[in-house]
């Protein structure tokens, strides 16, 4: 597995990625950046060791390029209360799980169970935290999209939680609950500003695989 410097990256499969992950310069509602600040006050250390130790950097949302950056939640629409009758959607709200890092990551096999890697830097991070008696209730979710071609790329973000999930909620379900349930519930929302044509329609349905 090799961490793939990102400066140069190979022609438009760069600039796919950079618009899947970061999102072009705009007004954002005050509501998103004001949570992300007061998120950003109180992140813990293994959190912050996980954001900025990728290959691709964490770069500024309105200005930073060849890097990825956590736009406000409610920049995405999904489905409102009353979708099946009115066909409405609304601003998603703050994030459930915290953005915890990313990785670009090249191999010349699929990389499979990412975090059950002993090499997995964002694993071994919370590892690290919890010998020391610290996040020992943390919890870390990984999206492993696998880009096939001659040689194997992965995109895996990651996300964490300091607090156990409640064990009523529907996140809780879908991570304790089975392969169906999960299936009937996942779905990628993108919002891609600017990029090529296929990139847009990436949100629809893509083989799926759970690893728990």
Known sequence: ??????????GGR??????IM??????HRSSGTESTA??????????????????????DLHCGVNGWASPPGDLFS??????????????????????????????????DNVLGRPDNRVANAL???QSQNKSLKSFIFAINLQVPGKDQHSAVFYF?????????????????????FRNQRFKIVNRIVKGPVGGEKSGRKLQRVFIR
Not at 14 to 19: D, I, S, T
Not at 40 to 59: A, K, Q
Request: glycine share 6%.
């Open 38 to 59: 007061s998120r950003s006050s109180s992140t813990p250390g293994w959190i912050t060791e996980s954001i900025n130790g990728g290959s691709l950097r964490h770069v």
């Open 160 to 180: 964490a939680s300091e607090d156990p999930l409640p064990s009523d909620s529907l996140l809780y379900r879908f991570i304790n609950g089975d392969d169906a």
């Open 14 to 19: 760069e600039r796919a990625l950079k618009n």
């Open 127 to 129: 590892k690290k935290a």
């Open 78 to 111: 999904l489905r409102s209360r009353n979708y099946f009758t009115k066909k409405q959607k609304s601003p998603s709200g703050d994030y459930l799980l915290s953005p915890a890092g990313m990785d670009w990551l090249k191999s010349s096999t699929k990389l």
């Open 1 to 10: 597995m090799k961490r793939i410097p990102t400066q140069r990256e190979s």
């Open 22 to 27: 970061h999102t072009a310069k705009q007004k």
